[in-house]
């Protein structure tokens, strides 16, 4: 997830713009000292880029989940379904907008399952919760018709597959709501940071009034005499964020297109004998981690040592394995839900994680597919 290695001084010079503009870092008002609004600049071109009528950028990928589930009307005890490959941040922002998390397990692609989805479906159910991890996107087919049948909302959580997607148009708005993170480590970053895509007028209405204190935001009235119509919080994004975001926007296709290159080449050589992760029917990854499966537990840990040797980490398969399944949260899960996490607690132990880094060569990984071909 590379967005930091291409930081350099055009993010330099946007900050210091900022000085020059005003010096303002508040994304709303002080209409009189400041020349640029960068927050609603960098939501335009969201959503223009990725193709949403509506987009809103918040203080973070957790936040922007838990505004979007609000959105939906999740209260308290509704059951929303997620999946147990996933990063812990979307079982907070369930429990955060008072609701049950259920976990489905995970299929070949290692995303959300359909059939499993199916059975945990009942009438509590009020949103579903497809998480698109490490760059691809889950069968948004059969969740999507599955939710249309059942008329159940679908929640898209983006934050770890930006640029990639279903049937042509990029995923984040192709449920009710869709999230995007620019946390550091994801493929364009602005420090910390978050977007919630819709193409729903009421549910984007919902968002910018909560995330910002219940502000109506009328433009005839002060930001002191603004009305308000129902509670909110502050989950604003700062004119810092919206400034560095529009920079590394315009490096996304650059990035996508390095992560591709770079991926095919570890597939063609590693396919000849590993089992790799699925891609489902009509979508495209963003590319930005390979993964592939070894059973043998001795030679998954030369493979992880030679990784090491050639500078590269696994990312989270199994580097940081406990913070992405939900076997390992017993402080927020029922015994239930953890018990369902098994099979891909399992099935995980299986997976490696190769990170597509932007700063390494392509011949590195080139070599590295080889040399892990040769290993017994
Ligand atoms: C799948 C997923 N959801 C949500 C988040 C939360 O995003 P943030 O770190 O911006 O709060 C992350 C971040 O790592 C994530 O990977």
């Known amino acids: ?19 020059k503009q005003g010096s303002v870092f508040f994304a709303h008002g002080f209409d009189k000292i400041r020349k640029k609004y960068h ?19 918040v203080s973070s990928g957790t936040a922007a989940i838990k505004i979007g589930l609000k959105s939906l009307g999740i209260k308290n005890g509704d059951e929303v379904i997620t999946q147990s490959f996933n990063f812990i941040a979307t079982i907070e922002a369930i429990l955060d907008a008072g609701g049950i998390p259920r976990i489905t397990s995970v299929d070949e692609s290692l995303n959300m399952c359909p059939i499993d989805l199916k059975k945990k479906i009942n009438k509590k159910t009020k949103a579903i919760i497809p998480v698109h991890m490490l760059g691809f996107s889950a069968d ?20 770890e597959s930006i640029g990639a997607k279903f049937k042509k148009k990029y995923l984040g708005i192709h449920g009710n709501v869709g999230v995007f993170s620019f946390d550091f480590g994801k493929i364009i970053t ?44 502050n989950y604003r994004a700062t004119e810092l964020q919206g400034a560095i975001g529009k920079v590394q926007l315009k490096k996304l296709k650059i990035l996508l297109s390095d992560n ?20 489902h029917k009509d979508t495209l990854p963003n590319y ?27 990312k989270n398969l199994p580097d940081a394995l406990k913070w992405h399944c939900s076997y ?33 060569k392509a011949l590195k990984y080139e070599r590295l597919a080889k040399n892990i071909l040769k290993l017994k």
């Not at 050589?269 to 790799?276: A, S, T, V």
Request: with cysteine; glycine share 4%.
């Open 140 to 159: 948004l087919q059969n969740i999507k018709s599955l939710a249309k049948k059942k008329k159940i909302k679908i929640l898209e959580d983006n934050c």
């Open 288 to 314: 930005d981690t390979f993964i592939f499966f070894e059973k043998n537990n001795q030679k998954k840990k030369r493979i992880i040592n030679l990784l090491k040797r050639f500078g590269l980490g696994t």
């Open 260 to 279: 591709k290159i770079k991926y095919n080449i570890l597939k063609k050589i590693l396919e000849k004998k590993f089992l790799i992760r699925k891609i």
């Open 1 to 19: 997830m590379p967005g930091y290695e291409l930081i350099n001084s055009l993010e330099k010079k946007a900050l210091t713009d900022i000085f």
């Open 39 to 57: 927050v609603r600049e960098f939501e335009n071109l969201c959503e223009k880029y990725f193709n949403a009528k509506y987009c809103l950028m």
């Open 328 to 360: 390992y949260w017993k402080h927020c899960l029922n015994k239930r839900e953890i018990k369902n996490s098994l099979s891909t607690k399992k099935m995980l132990e299986q997976a490696i994680a190769i990170p597509i880094n932007y700063r390494v």
């Open 190 to 233: 602005t420090g910390e940071g978050g977007l919630i895509l819709t193409n729903d007028k009421k549910i984007f209405n919902y968002c910018k009034q909560y995330h910002d204190h219940g502000h109506l935001n009328i433009p005839t009235l002060s930001r002191g005499n603004d009305k308000v119509k129902m509670h909110g919080f």
